[in-house]
């Protein structure tokens, strides 16, 4: 059974910046899709950034400012956050899939097969 737990939310100065985590336990070491989504209050959950082995993907509104990353020897997916906005502002999910597709995963976010519970991330103006 995966298990995804994300920390490292609070809140932020515009412009600041901020790097949240997500631990994950029970999945396979073979290729797969690491993957953050956010969800503002009142909006549709929406996918930021994707990795799966070395290839990333990024929303157009975090191009240039967010980076994602996986440490595979501490079974832990980063999301760097830079420049923050308070359009940034929102819970912030991790998800996981076997699939190494990552692209069509996040068109399709109800595939994933494992969501972790949030973090919070606050930024003010």
């Known amino acids: 059974q995966v298990h995804l737990l994300e920390s490292g939310g609070g809140s932020e100065q515009s412009g600041g910046s901020r790097r949240i985590s997500c631990v994950h336990s029970g999945l396979p070491s073979s290729v797969h899709c690491m993957a953050w989504f956010r969800q503002a209050y009142g909006k549709d959950r929406e996918g930021v950034a994707a990795?799966?082995?070395?290839?990333?993907k990024y929303a157009e509104s975090v191009k240039g400012r967010f980076a994602i990353s996986h440490d595979s020897a501490k079974n832990t997916v980063y999301l760097q956050m830079n420049s923050l906005k308070p359009e940034d502002t929102a819970m912030y999910y991790c998800?996981?899939?076997?699939?190494?597709?990552?692209?069509?995963?996040?068109?399709?976010?109800?595939?994933?097969?494992?969501w972790g519970q949030g973090t919070q991330v606050t930024v003010s103006s």
């Open positions: 998800a996981a899939d076997l699939s190494g597709d990552c692209g069509w995963l996040m068109r399709h976010r109800k595939y994933f097969a494992s």
């Open positions: 990795i799966a082995d070395t290839n990333t």
